[in-house]
Nanobody, 126 residues
Framework: QVQLVESGGGLVQPGGSLRLSCAASGFTLDSYAIGWFRQAPGKEREGVSC????????NYADSVKGRFAISRDIGMNTVYLQMDSLKPEDTARYYC???????????????????WGQGTQVTVSS
């Protein structure tokens, strides 16, 4: 049974950092692409970042380039999203998701993903 569990969210001041974790079970990270998404109240779900099943391809939304970094630990079967220089507009619920994909590809389109976690809330406020 495929399961994704996010953690690491919280309240942080502008300019601060958080590291989100996405613990996967029921499959291995070398078989699925993993994406991070976020959704703020009243807004559509937005792709933030993704990493291919090979780990060699990553993508980022323009709004987070240079501030966020996606990585993974194969042994822990966990994907991370390091978020630095956080801004109030980063406030949202963050989700990770898994999608079957070629080893050299990942997506920041929610419709490509089959499995979703429950999300973790990130609030950036002073």
């Amino acid at each position: 049974q495929v399961q994704l569990v996010e953690s690491g969210g919280g309240l942080v001041q502008p300019g601060g950092s958080l590291r989100l974790s996405c613990a996967a079970s029921g499959f291995t990270l070398d078989s699925y692409a993993i994406g991070w998404f976020r959704q703020a109240p009243g807004k559509e779900r937005e792709g933030v970042s993704c990493i291919s099943s090979s780990g060699g391809v990553t993508n980022y939304a323009d709004s987070v380039k240079g501030r966020f970094a996606i990585s993974r630990d194969i042994g822990m079967n966990t994907v991370y999203l390091q978020m630095d220089s956080l801004k109030p507009e980063d406030t949202a619920r963050y989700y990770c998701a898994a999608a079957p994909a070629p080893y050299y590809r990942c997506y920041t389109i929610p419709e490509k993903y089959n499995y979703w976690g429950q999300g973790t809330q990130v609030t950036v406020s002073s």
